[in-house]
């Protein structure tokens, strides 16, 4: 239960820092949160706790493909926050992001990825 607990404490810790750099400088908050950490912590957390080298290739392996079909959301809240509002931009965000998942997962499924 100790070991469970130190994980939640550090990761937790990770979007602590990243939102309060955040706060202070967009800049700095942007490229702290573009780092791939939760994967880093995640491939630590695998390794630590004696997971096969498969299990944590695979995780490297995924995330690169799922990180792919979320980068839209990132132009387009900008552009729609100051039309809509916040909670209508973020919630129009999920939806695209939803839907470029779906639409990707089709794509590189004719290429023998399977990302679903």
């Known amino acids: 239960m100790g070991w469970l607990a130190t994980k939640y404490l550090l990761t937790a810790a990770v979007v602590v820092a990243v939102s309060e750099l955040a706060r202070r400088s967009d800049r700095i908050g942007a490229l702290v949160a573009s780092l791939p950490l939760v994967t880093l912590l995640a491939l630590v957390w695998l390794h630590v706790?004696?997971?096969?080298?498969?299990?944590?290739?695979?995780?490297?392996?995924?995330?690169?493909?799922?990180?792919?079909?979320?980068?839209?959301?990132?132009?387009?809240?900008?552009?729609?926050?100051?039309?809509?509002?916040?909670?209508?931009?973020?919630?129009?965000?999920?939806?695209?992001?939803?839907?470029?998942?779906?639409a990707f997962g089709l794509l590189v499924r004719r290429f023998g990825i399977e990302l679903f």
Do not use: S
Not at 74 to 102: D, E, K, M, N, Y
């Open 49 to 102: 706790e004696r997971q096969p080298d498969e299990k944590l290739a695979n995780h490297a392996w995924y995330t690169f493909w799922y990180v792919i079909p979320t980068l839209p959301m990132f132009l387009v809240f900008p552009l729609l926050l100051p039309r809509i509002g916040f909670w209508p931009t973020l919630l129009a965000c999920v939806a695209l992001t939803i839907g470029c998942f779906a």
